[in-house]
């Protein structure tokens, strides 16, 4: 009876947590009209930063993911001096507010830097371009696939690396047949995680480029220069395309763990 | 044919020194010892994954201490199988012939799987394998990129008596088969029914190296013929005083045997086979003879370990047939009998 009556205490509380995140995601999906949904769907500066944030954010994934997947294998598999400094290193970006990381990544690129001096050596400024959102979205977010890639990478059995090495493969084959496809599906979670975390950044993107504007910039654009009811539509759009993409990788990853 | 020069290694906590033992081509050896002798850190220094703080391997006459693992020619089958579980069985044996013609791959692995009784596995996935079928599949991924040494890493642990029973006959079949295989395991039996050699190793020394017979019959120190199963091993003193020397234990017993100085302390040790039991006292050459009460019957693989107290507890034992001829029964009073020559006596 006890036990029974704490089920149904801790149930009450969860649900009205669940209501704390439906009820104003519900609100917003309701708030604009059907038609004015369409509209602002075929928007062209909507359109264009939508496209804009998912394609900065899926190119930064992609890029860091060559030099962040390699090295979450060594945090997985060595321990060397320092460890624990590189792992809060890496976890930083989780914990400083965002417009603080987006003057970081600012002071790195901006013109007068060595990162800046080598954009406008061929030819383009990191600030106010596609590269910098990319790498502002990559800065906040890559702790998130650094993270799910060593998990994957830890749960993959040293044994199975060994055996491989024993049967004759070089390390670099038995690196790509073995702890890779064994360590997929939580690599695949971090990139979908860093993507959609990249996405949703506002803080750090609007400090290195409020143009080309992505579309958290053009939500709090349209709410400051125009009001509420203009920025919902905007924000009910974008909910939607990243829900549908969400439905999509989600899909992708339950398919990867049946297999 | 593998050569171990004093090999020492610290490595997580384990700790090998100065082993050196030769495996000769044709020999089935056995590593015996108990966990964390540092018999598997032994294995995968010969296998190469991990490198020998110093001393030399040779295979063949060539020195391989610090060859790649891959040109060892040395296949190691682990414990746990480490079949890969993202392949099918087909996959993971084709796995150690990367770049090879396909004609070969497919050639290689009809005529190993075939051997090791796998061919209707080949399509499946790990998962949907027995323990003996991965320990099968485990051989023939190893044993097709042909090795010229086998090792195996505890074959046959977490396996049920018929599984064992199996796997030691496809061991035998491959041994006789040609293939130099070493074995490590901490069962004595294992030992003795699959190996022509042993070497016995505790806390990361070899303690003795020689056939079966050399190291069960003349373990030479405790910790080998207590962990080779003799259970009758007593301490006891050496008294000389009347013609032939008998060894005074503990509990009182005055046990005969051959050699052994005045005053010297140390074990004797009695092979349980060599104890007789009878209802009456013989007259026999056996120069011990003692009664007791049983204090224990225990059924062994090959009959009965009947254990007497009469004043140290001893163990015989015996077959089935004599237990049910002599009746023998906990708590009946016994009598037990041995040549002083079957008295080993092991100084300390």
Same mark, same amino acid.
């Given at each position: ?61 992609? &890029? ?42 600012? #002071? ?13 050596a061929v030819g383009f400024n990191f600030v106010g371009h596609p590269a910098g959102i990319m &790498? ?45 496809? &064994? ?6 979670? #971090? ?11 506002? #803080? ?13 910039? &053009? ?27 969400f439905m999509i990788l989600r899909l992708l990853l339950s398919k990867t763990k049946k297999s | ?29 056995? %590593? ?60 993971? %044996? ?44 485990? %051989? ?10 086998? %090792? ?197």
């Open positions: 009876m006890k036990k029974q009556g704490l089920q149904w205490s801790f149930s009450i509380l969860g649900a009205m947590m669940l209501l704390f995140i439906i009820a104003p995601v519900l609100g917003l999906l309701l708030s604009s009209s059907p038609a004015k949904l369409f509209e602002t769907a075929r928007d062209p500066e909507v359109k264009n930063s939508i496209m804009l944030t998912l394609g900065t954010s899926m190119a930064g994934t992609l &890029l860091f993911a060559f030099a962040a997947v390699p090295f979450s294998w060594i945090l997985a598999r060595y321990s060397f001096p320092f460890k624990k400094l590189i792992t809060a290193i890496i976890d930083l970006p989780v914990v400083i507010p965002h417009s603080a990381a987006g003057i970081a990544v600012l #002071g790195f690129i901006s013109r007068d830097t060595l990162v800046g001096k080598a954009g406008s &790498l502002a979205m990559a800065f906040v977010s890559l702790p998130y696939l650094i993270n799910a890639a060593r998990d994957g990478f830890i749960s993959v059995p040293e044994r199975l690396e060994k055996a491989a090495l024993t049967l004759g493969a070089s390390p670099v084959r038995v690196f790509f047949t073995i702890s890779l496809p &064994l360590a997929w599906k939580n690599i695949l979670s #971090g990139l979908i995680l860093m993507f959609a975390r990249g996405m949703s950044e506002f #803080g750090a993107v609007i400090i290195i480029a409020y143009h080309p504007m992505i579309t958290p910039v &053009l939500i709090y654009e349209r709410f400051t220069s125009f009001g509420l009811k203009y920025a919902q539509p905007v924000s009910v759009v974008f909910i939607l395309v990243v829900l549908v993409f | 044919m593998l050569k171990l020069r004093g090999i020492t290694k610290d490595f997580n906590g384990f700790r090998i020194s100065d082993i050196s033992f030769d495996v000769e081509k044709g020999d089935y050896f056995i %590593l015996l010892g108990p966990s964390g002798a540092g018999k598997s850190l032994l294995l995968e220094t010969i296998a190469g994954l991990v490198h020998p703080g110093s001393g030399t391997i040779e295979l063949n006459g060539k020195d391989i201490t610090r060859a790649p693992i891959q040109q060892r020619k040395v296949g190691l089958v682990f414990q746990d199988h480490a079949i890969f579980p993202h392949m099918k069985v087909k996959k993971n %044996l084709a796995y150690a012939l990367h770049g090879q013609s396909n004609e070969n791959i497919r050639r290689k692995i009809r005529s190993m799987s075939a051997g090791l009784g796998i061919e209707d596995m080949l399509e499946r996935y790990p998962s949907t394998l027995s323990g003996g079928e991965l320990q099968r599949v485990a %051989l023939a991924r190893t044993l097709i990129q042909e090795p010229e040494i086998l %090792l195996l890493d505890e074959p046959l642990a977490s396996m049920d008596s018929r599984l064992k029973a199996e796997i030691r006959a496809l061991l035998r079949q491959i041994h006789r088969g040609g293939q130099t295989i070493m074995h490590v395991t901490h069962d004595y039996e294992e030992a003795l029914s699959l190996g022509n050699r042993i070497a016995v190793m505790e806390s990361g020394r070899i303690l003795q190296t020689g056939t079966p017979d050399e190291v069960f019959r003349h373990p030479k120190n405790g910790f080998v013929a207590h962990f080779i199963g003799i259970k009758n091993f007593i301490p006891a003193t050496v008294r000389t005083g009347d013609g032939l020397a008998c060894a005074e234990t503990p509990g009182n017993m005055k046990i005969r045997l051959t050699g052994g100085q005045e005053n010297e302390k140390g074990f004797v040790m009695i092979r349980g086979e060599d104890i007789v039991l009878s209802i009456e006292a013989l007259d026999s050459s056996a120069s011990n003879v003692f009664h007791g009460i049983v204090d224990e019957i225990t059924a062994t693989p090959n009959g009965f370990d009947i254990c007497v107290d009469a004043g140290e507890k001893l163990h015989a034992l015996v077959t089935g047939i004599s237990r049910d001829k002599l009746n023998i029964r906990e708590g009946m009073k016994i009598w037990l009998n041995f040549k002083a020559t079957a008295v080993k006596f092991i100084e300390e």
